[in-house]
């Protein structure tokens, strides 16, 4: 009798083996294989490249896999604990229409990316890089310009700061301006 429990036992195990596999999850589907080419840089394309370039605001460019894969453990960290893209508004106190937070799937894609080993997949599933605008503004041209009559410097281990520049008004055209964009001297965009 011993003998038929232990086979019985063993024969189930071996079951259970073949049809759960490492390559299933929880429900029994195959988990998809997330690639940075096909999976991930459209999610960084959307939402990080316009400042992780050559030349902007951020310390580091994500524009293709040599560049983001050495960055990959940190990126997840980033994501995961919503520190980027930056997004400061505490999202009890309404809805914004400029908000930039990743969407739990994409946080979840670069997740998997990451804990698959950060494959870079096939070059013909990379979709094209986003056109930037360099060198002047990021949308249409401003109704009204000004230059600001004393620098201000933003060294690059300064903490993040929050300065009211106050602007006098000095047209009828000002009324009701709606998102004031600073082009620094560096050519780095920053948007209000």
Same mark, same amino acid.
């Given at each position: 009798m011993k003998k038929v429990i232990l086979l019985s036992a063993v024969?189930?195990? *071996?079951?259970?083996?073949?049809?759960?596999?490492?390559?299933?999850? *929880?429900?029994?589907? *195959?988990? %998809?294989?997330?690639?940075?080419? %096909?999976?991930? *840089?459209?999610i960084l394309f959307s939402n990080c490249a316009v400042c992780h370039r050559p030349n902007d605001i951020a310390p580091m460019s994500l524009l293709n896999f040599k560049e983001v894969r050495p960055w990959a453990r940190s990126i997840k960290e980033k994501v995961v604990n919503r520190e980027m893209p930056p997004w400061s508004p505490d999202p009890a106190y309404g809805e914004f229409t400029n908000d930039h937070r990743?969407?739990?799937? @994409?946080? @979840?894609?670069?997740?998997? =990316?990451?804990?698959?080993?950060?494959?870079?997949?096939?070059?013909? @599933?990379?979709?094209?890089?986003?056109?930037?605008?360099?060198?002047? =503004?990021?949308?249409?041209?401003p109704m009204w310009f000004s230059r600001w009559p004393k620098e201000h410097v933003v060294k690059p281990d300064d903490p993040d700061q929050y300065i009211n520049f106050f602007i006098r008004r000095t047209s009828r055209k000002m009324f009701g301006y709606r998102r004031p964009r600073f082009i620094p001297a560096t050519g780095a965009s920053c948007t209000t």
């Open positions: 024969a189930g195990l *071996a079951a259970m083996c073949f049809f759960v596999s490492p390559s299933t999850n *929880a429900s029994g589907t *195959a988990k %998809k294989e997330v690639t940075y080419n %096909k999976d991930v *840089a459209p990743l969407a739990q799937k @994409d946080i @979840d894609t670069v997740v998997a =990316w990451v804990d698959q080993g950060a494959k870079e997949g096939n070059a013909k @599933d990379v979709q094209k890089m986003p056109d930037f605008v360099s060198g002047g =503004w990021r949308s249409a041209n």
